[in-house]
């Protein structure tokens, strides 16, 4: 089955989900109480990444990751009111990017290619994620830790220069 038709199949399951889920929210509200808007943005994150799955279009695993990110900071802000996080909350978004070069090298086989831009992608928003964080009201017990971060960054660098494989010409 090529990828079009594939996609179009996906496409018009989804659509019918969609509605009867709707549907079903209209006639049992209470059976949904718990959903809360920042589900729909996961929903969509979710519903990128099958499309990318079924497609094999590794491309749409990028925006699934952020969307699920975000909705997933959204959902912990809006259940937990501490909306001021979002200070240091956002230096996760590159990482989303990176989970979704991740995602997306593995559903185009090209893994080993992603991996590098990936993982710097992850660790940088992790490095920042502590130090806006640190500085903009986290957890005080993690200030004192977020420098061994800065020290795994550099031996990576290290590690990826002196292991890198040299290219035959």
């Avoid at 589900?39 to 969307?67: E, H, N, Q, R, Y």
């Avoid at 964080?133 to 290290?158: D, E, H």
């Amino acid at each position: 089955m090529n990828q079009n038709r594939r996609a179009s199949i996906f496409g018009g399951i989804i659509l019918i989900l969609l509605g009867a889920f709707f549907l079903a929210k209209q006639f049992y509200p209470d059976i949904f109480a718990f959903w809360d808007w920042p589900f729909i943005i996961i929903g969509l994150g979710v519903f990128f990444l099958l499309w990318a799955l079924i497609a094999g279009t590794g491309g749409l695993a990028v925006p699934a990751s952020i969307l699920t990110g975000l909705g997933s900071i959204f959902y912990f802000q809006n259940t937990t009111g501490n909306w001021e996080s979002w200070s240091y909350i956002w230096a996760l978004i590159p990482g989303f990017v990176g989970v979704g070069i991740l995602l997306s090298g593995l559903i185009d086989r090209k893994f080993k290619a992603s991996l590098d831009g990936g993982f710097t992608l992850i660790v940088n928003s992790a490095i920042l994620f502590l130090i806006f964080g640190t500085a903009f009201g986290m957890n005080n017990n993690l200030r004192q830790y977020w420098p061994v971060l800065l020290i795994l960054l550099g031996l990576i660098s290290l590690a990826r220069v002196i292991f890198r494989r040299k290219k035959t010409s």
